[in-house]
């Protein structure tokens, strides 16, 4: 009985060491044939074990993801017209990260294997298209109306400069939805059809921000001004903003207000610290830009005369920074 249970031993030790080693499986060497791309989103991954495996392959899909949706999100806009002809421009939606909505959307793993030969373990991170099509779908229906909403009342609004503010909203929605659209173009492409005339809506906004900008002709009055220094910065700001600047008021749609306050302290000397208020109304006296600036520093004289040589041309240049800066952040897109 013992020789035959030493035979025995003798013969599983012998088996389990001349036996050949399981085959890897399909996805090691042929992600794409296991997980074919009509059905499957799939990133292969590897690693010195079986959670790195795991991990890089999350990643890579993130990856792929991003880049993706990076890439669709570069849109060429045409027929940018400055009313003598057309130009063209070239507007890019900023990158979006997309890691959580990969982990939101039903990610999925294999097995991790190891293999013998390069001592690596591999794993492949996958999604079925459309099971995670069925959570993100609402997720879409919900962006649509409110980008719709916000470009309504753009597209009805009748004052210019309100109307800049209104499309830069409908934009800040429209890059947004853009980033879930991509999103989705990924997850079913034979889908896309479908969105074409959001995607169509959200590149046109520039073209008619742009359109909107040239109706705002602005006419600059100052009551005080100093050699035309406040006049000059005000003009750069405004310019530069892309708006321009009307030489008569019967030839502009607003007018821009300044007046400056030497908020004067003291008498012998005296000590001036001015302030410039800019009011920006329509010819139907709505009320539609304001902005404040401050001298960032008090300026001393015998005479307010002096004071103001020394402060207004250091006023005039903090102005004009500054309601480029203000300008910029409400009427650019």
Partial sequence: MRTIALFA??????????????????????????FPDAEYLAQRGS???????????????????????NAQLSTTLTAVSDGSRATEQTVVVDAVQVQSQV???????????????DKTWYCVAYLRREAAWTPFH?????????????LALAQNEQDSFTRLGLYKS?????????QTLAYGRILSPQKKAAYQSQRDAISQIPVAFEREKAQCTVFIRIAHDQNGIFAAALASALTNSGFSVA????????????TVDDNQTGDDPLS???????????????????H????????????????????????AQELEDSIKQALSAAFSL
């Fill in 47 to 69: 690693g010195t074990s079986a959670e790195k495996a795991r991990t890089d392959a999350a990643a890579a899909l993130a990856r792929y993801f991003q880049m993706n949706v």
């Fill in 272 to 290: 001036i610290q001015p302030a410039a208020a800019l009011h920006i109304a329509s010819s139907a006296q709505k009320p539609i830009f304001s």
């Fill in 138 to 150: 609402p997720k879409l229906a919900l962006s649509k109306p409110t980008f719709e909403g916000l």
């Fill in 103 to 117: 982990q939101l959307f039903g990610i999925a793993f294999t097995d991790a294997y190891r293999s013998k030969a």
């Fill in 292 to 315: 404040t600036v401050t001298a960032a520093e008090k300026s001393i004289a015998y005479t307010a005369e002096n004071a103001r040589k020394k402060a207004y041309p250091k006023l």
């Fill in 9 to 34: 031993l003798f013969a599983a030790v012998t088996a389990a060491v001349y036996a050949k080693p399981a085959p890897a499986p399909a996805w090691v060497t042929d992600t794409r044939g296991a």
């Fill in 247 to 258: 030489t008569q008021q019967a030839q502009a749609r607003y007018t821009a207000t300044l």
């Fill in 170 to 178: 409908a934009w800040e929605q429209g890059k947004s939805l853009a």
